[in-house]
């Protein structure tokens, strides 16, 4: 064992004049902490969100849009806006995918609240044409994705149809590369595009409807911190497949 006078001459150094000074020791450098990119949570946002006390940079939602039979796929967008609100950051940005069919609906309840509409994003789905018997009315092509935000969008340098409001991407399919796991799963492509336009990479991003975890599957390629919420148990574990990951535990 070491004596402390020996501990000391290391600690310490003297000059000819006898004055003692701190001898600096170069210390171990410490590997950064690693952070899993994507949390998943089984539950209801409602639940979810108060437990988790986190604010968030960029709110990537993609909810039930009450167009189909499933039975999760009702409506309820005030009290989903009421439970996310306190958990946007200071500076945010806000994409919600909706129906055309209800789209003015759930544009008056954003005003309510008292959330500006900073842009209405078309997502043209040119390959997946909704309601094709249809004899009464024009076949349904598009959705709306309704973006609230108050920062600059890191849009790229150049020029490009990226900066326009009619996004053109085809629905996932079981036979693409960006496979279709979910019912209403939307495109690897268009997602990817909205967490790298309303994001930085040190910034927190949230799902709060987890679907198929293609969110997540973006975050995950740019090391991109995620939450993903999702309450169909079903999907939760094609989610936990797909990204390699385990839920939270409760």
Same mark, same amino acid.
């Given at each position: 064992?070491?004596?402390?006078?020996? /501990?000391?001459? &290391?600690?310490?150094?003297?000059?000819?004049?006898?004055?003692?000074?701190?001898?600096? /020791?170069?210390?171990?450098?410490?590997?950064?902490?690693? /952070? =899993?990119?994507?949390? #998943?949570?089984? !539950?209801?946002?409602?639940?979810?969100?108060?437990? #988790?006390?986190?604010?968030?940079?960029l709110v990537v939602a993609?909810?039930? &849009?009450?167009?189909?039979?499933? =039975?999760?796929?009702?409506?309820?967008? =005030?009290?989903?806006?009421?439970?996310?609100?306190?958990?946007?950051?200071?500076? &945010?940005?806000?994409?919600?995918?909706?129906?055309?069919?209800?789209?003015?609906?759930?544009?008056? /309840?954003?005003?309510? %609240?008292? #959330?500006?509409?900073?842009?209405?994003?078309?997502?043209?789905?040119r390959n997946m044409a909704? !309601?094709?018997?249809?004899?009464?009315?024009?076949?349904?092509?598009?959705?709306?994705? *309704?973006?609230? !935000?108050?920062?600059? %969008?890191?849009?790229?340098s150049g020029w490009t149809?990226?900066?326009?409001?009619?996004?053109?991407?085809?629905?996932?399919?079981?036979?693409?590369?960006?496979?279709?796991?979910?019912?209403?799963?939307?495109? &690897?492509?268009?997602?990817?595009? %909205?967490?790298?336009?309303?994001?930085?990479?040190?910034?927190?991003? *949230?799902?709060?409807? !987890?679907?198929?975890?293609?969110?997540?599957?973006?975050?995950?390629?740019?090391?991109?911190?995620?939450? #993903?919420?999702?309450?169909?148990?079903?999907?939760?574990?094609?989610? =936990?497949?797909? *990204?390699?990951?385990?839920?939270?535990?409760?």
């Amino acid at each position: 064992m070491e004596s402390k006078s020996e /501990i000391r001459s &290391y600690s310490e150094f003297k000059t000819r004049d006898g004055r003692t000074f701190p001898r600096t /020791i170069e210390q171990p450098k410490n590997e950064p902490e690693h /952070i =899993e990119p994507v949390k #998943l949570y089984l !539950g209801d946002l409602v639940d979810v969100l108060p437990r #988790l006390k986190q604010k968030f940079d960029l709110v990537v939602a993609d909810p039930p &849009y009450e167009v189909t039979d499933y =039975e999760w796929d009702k409506l309820d967008t =005030e009290n989903w806006l009421k439970a996310i609100m306190p958990h946007l950051a200071k500076q &945010y940005h806000l994409f919600w995918f909706c129906s055309p069919k209800f789209a003015a609906d759930i544009e008056m /309840i954003f005003r309510s %609240l008292g #959330l500006e509409i900073q842009s209405r994003i078309v997502w043209h789905r040119r390959n997946m044409a909704m !309601g094709s018997k249809a004899v009464n009315r024009f076949i349904d092509t598009w959705d709306m994705v *309704l973006h609230v !935000g108050n920062k600059p %969008l890191n849009f790229p340098s150049g020029w490009t149809d990226a900066w326009f409001d009619v996004q053109v991407h085809a629905v996932p399919q079981s036979n693409f590369d960006d496979k279709k796991i979910h019912p209403t799963q939307k495109p &690897y492509s268009l997602i990817r595009r %909205l967490v790298e336009f309303g994001s930085d990479l040190s910034g927190v991003v *949230l799902d709060p409807f !987890g679907g198929g975890g293609t969110t997540g599957a973006t975050c995950q390629e740019d090391d991109r911190q995620c939450v #993903l919420i999702e309450k169909e148990r079903t999907y939760v574990e094609q989610i =936990e497949l797909r *990204l390699k990951i385990k839920r939270e535990a409760k």
